[in-house]
Structure formats: structure tokens, C-alpha cells
């Protein structure tokens, strides 16, 4: 009996068979690829030879091409040059000078000249389509600026959880009985000194004209009763002409009173459009400029803005020292109505250099009038004290350090104003001039990295307003 381990020689014999044809038959398949790819190979080296002889063909033709070219070209240079040497020389006339044969300096001159008239007539057309249509522009401008002094408390409200149009409707509401709350103390406390301080402007007359007469002067009463005659016919002059046609006058009283009473109705519902919807308002703007120069102008908008929301607090911290200053110095020297001048030197000093001195000047002549000269000296010492501090001390260091404005500049912007504009000129000036130079200084920084990447194209605007990168357009917010 055999054991059941043990394989049988004949099975043995047949497995070695089957695992020889498995194995001749891989080797088999394995030739058949390595004769295949040897086959490849060759087809492909035959394909790049064929191709090489081609390129090479195809540039001998070429190189062949462009050398019978310049052979041809040579040939028409030398054959035109022969005929030139070959052909007499014209007799010309002499050359006589053209109006156009200018020196370059004139000539770069004129150029400058005839644009920078153009510059000059265009701008001089824009300022007299805005004086034609001033009874809008002005309370716009207005309104811009309160907005630019009261976007910081919209957004605080808006933050904590108030609606940005009810948020703008209470800072507007609030502003408005500030400012008659202000007005209607100061016009109370003068209807109600009034009576006393025209007596003491009686007596002060009575003083003047002693002093006059005995003082260093030496003026006879002659003299005196001239200036005072000549005082009193004009007066009677100006108040007979507007009696010879009252109808005129009335209707005069009553469009200066309509205008006042339309540029106080555009400054308000400005204001609060200006706070609660900026962002859509300049996002309509910006839209409005060709697609190119959106993000430029996007960008020199809110810096303008910035520019602006700095200038206007620069001018209220600087009113409200100048008031509180004068006013206790008024208070010192027992000055009447010492609220009404500190109203009267908050809001003149709203309109740089002038505002200031006009509403000091107010405030000596009232210490003159019911104090005496001495007390209105005095007075004039605290005034000019107290501007030469704010001039000197507070005003460069606001205005300096965030408007960044030349004092020269603001001289000069304040008188071109007035001419320009009288009062609201002045008022605009200031602000138009740091505005300007916030954008001026913005466009000359980024002109630069601009021109580095001129191929990339500028960010798109989108349906609902620009984007919002800090700084803040107007009516969203402040730096």
C-alpha cells in the first residue's frame, strides 16, 4: 500500500510539461515584443532622418532664397547709385527761412501757453456754472462737510445695532437742535441786554467825542459835528432809498429769506443721505468714470474723504478753543453777552483768518461800548492772545499733522475763495485745497507701482458700489 504523499511519476511528467509551455510561451511573448519595439524604433529613427533631411532641405532653400534677395537688392542699389552719379546735379534755388522755423524754446513755449489758456477758461467756466447754480452748491458743501464731522457717530450707532437710516436721522436731528438751541440762547441773551447796551452805546459816543476833542487828536467840534453830520446823511440816504420803493425792498427781503430757507431744506436732507446712503451715492460716481479709471478715482475719493472727515474736526476743536477762550476772557472783564460772542467766534471760525478776526474785532467793539477804551484794549489783548496761541500752537498741529496743509496755502486759498465766491468761496476754499492735495499726493504715490504692472487690468466696480477698502467713502465711515 503506498503512502497517499507520494506523487506518481506520470503526474510528475505532466506538470513539468505544462509549466515548460507556460514558460516557453512567456519567452515567446517576450521576444515578439522585443523584436516589436526593435521594429518601432527603427520606423522612428527612418520618420527623423526623413524629417532632418526635410528641415534641412527646406532651410538650404531658404538660406538659397535669402541670399538671392540680397543679390537682387545689391544690384538695384548699385544700378540706382550709378544712375545718380551719372545724372547732373540740379541747380536749386537758395533755401529762404519758413514762418514755421522757430527756436524750440518759443515753440515749446506756445504749446505750454495755448493749453495752460485752455486749463484757465475751462476752469474759469466751471466756476461761473457754479456761481449761476451757487443756491445748490453751497448748502451740498455744507452738508458734506457736517457729514464728514458726523459719519463717526452714524457708524457708532449703526454698530451697536441701530439701522444706518435711523442712525442718520437722529445725528441730523440732533445737529439741527444744537444749532438752534445755540442760536436761540445767544439771541435771548442779546434781546435781552439790548435796551442797556444802547444807552451805553450813547454814553460810549459821548466818551469817544471827548476823547476826541481832548485827547491826542486835539479835533475841534467843528470837525466833529462834520464826521457825525456826514455819518447821519448817509444814513438818511440809505433809509430813503429803500423808502422810495418799499414794494422792492420787501420782495428783496423775501427771495434772500426764500433762498435761506431752500439752502437750509438742501443742507438738511443732503446731510442725512450723505450719512445714510454714501457708499450707494459714491458707488454711482464711480460708476459714472470710464471703466479704466474706476479704481483710481475709487481709491482718490476716499482719500479725499479721509482728507476732509480730518480737516472738519481740525475746525471744530480749533472753533470751539477759540470760542471758550474769548469767552472767558469777556467774562473776566464783566463784557456783555459773552454767550453770543463765544456762538459768533464758533461759527465765524468756520472761514479760516477771517471768520476769526471779524468775530474778535465784534467782541472788542462791544467791550468799547460798554466798558470803555480801556477794558476794549484789554479785550484786544486776549483776543489777539488767544488767536496767536491757536495759530501758533493748536492750528499747525492739527491741521499740519492731518491736513498737511502750508499756512501760504491757506492764505492763498482763502483770498482766491473770496474773490471768487465772496463768503461761501472761503468757506469751500479750505477745504477744497486739502482735499485736493490728499488726492494730488495720493495719485504721485501710486503713480509708480502703477506703471511697474501696466497690463493688469483695473478691479471692476460692482451692481451695488465699489468696494469697501479702508479708508472709507463718504457717509460709511472714518479712518
Known sequence: MTDQGDVPGGEKSTAKESFERVTGAFRRNREAREAHRHAQEEADARESAEVAKEAAAEARESAESFALR????????????????????????????????????????????????????????????????????????????????????????????????????????????AVIAMLSFAGTQVANGFTDL??????????????????????????????????????????????????????????????????????????????????RIWGWLVRLAPRAARSRMDSSGRVAWVSLTQFTRATVIVAAVDAVGIMIIAAALQVPFVVAIGVLVFLSSFVPLIGATVAGAVAVLVALVSQGPVTALLMLGGVILVQQLEAHGLQPFLLGRWVR????????????????????????????????????????????????????PPPAVPANGPTSPPPPSPGAGSA
Open 198 to 279: 444802547a444807552g451805553q452805546t450813547v454814553k460810549a459816543l459821548d466818551e469817544i467825542r471827548d476823547w476826541l476833542i481832548n485827547g491826542p487828536f486835539h479835533a475841534s467840534e467843528s470837525q466833529i459835528d462834520t464826521w457825525l453830520n456826514t455819518v447821519q446823511t448817509t444814513v438818511e440816504d440809505w433809509a430813503a432809498a429803500y423808502a422810495s420803493n418799499p414794494f422792492s425792498r420787501v420782495s428783496e427781503v423775501g427771495g434772500v429769506a426764500l433762498d435761506v430757507f431752500a439752502g437750509l431744506f438742501i443742507v438738511l436732507f443732503s446731510t442725512y443721505f450723505f450719512c445714510a446712503e454714501g457708499e
Open 405 to 456: 496743509v502750508h499756512p501760504l496755502g491757506v492764505i492763498l486759498a482763502v483770498a482766491t475763495g473770496i474773490v471768487l465766491g465772496g463768503v461761501a468761496g472761503a468757506l469751500v476754499a479750505v477745504p477744497l485745497v486739502a482735499a485736493l492735495n490728499a488726492v494730488a499726493n495720493h495719485l504721485t504715490a501710486t503713480a509708480p507701482a502703477q506703471a511697474q504692472a501696466p497690463t493688469s
Open 70 to 177: 540680397l543679390v537682387n537688392q545689391f544690384e538695384r542699389l548699385r544700378e540706382e547709385r550709378q544712375e545718380q552719379l551719372a545724372a547732373p546735379e540740379p541747380v536749386t534755388a537758395p533755401k529762404s527761412v519758413s514762418r514755421t522755423d522757430v527756436p524750440y524754446g518759443v515753440e515749446l513755449s506756445a504749446q505750454w501757453a495755448w493749453r495752460f489758456l485752455v486749463i484757465v477758461a475751462a476752469g474759469y467756466l466751471i466756476v461761473r456754472a457754479l456761481g449761476i447754480v451757487s443756491i445748490v452748491v453751497v448748502p451740498l458743501v455744507i452738508a458734506l462737510l457736517i457729514a464728514a464731522l458726523v459719519s463717526p457717530i452714524v457708524n457708532g450707532l449703526a454698530r451697536i445695532g441701530l439701522k444706518r437710516s435711523i442712525s442718520a436721522l437722529f445725528v441730523v436731528i440732533g445737529v439741527l437742535a
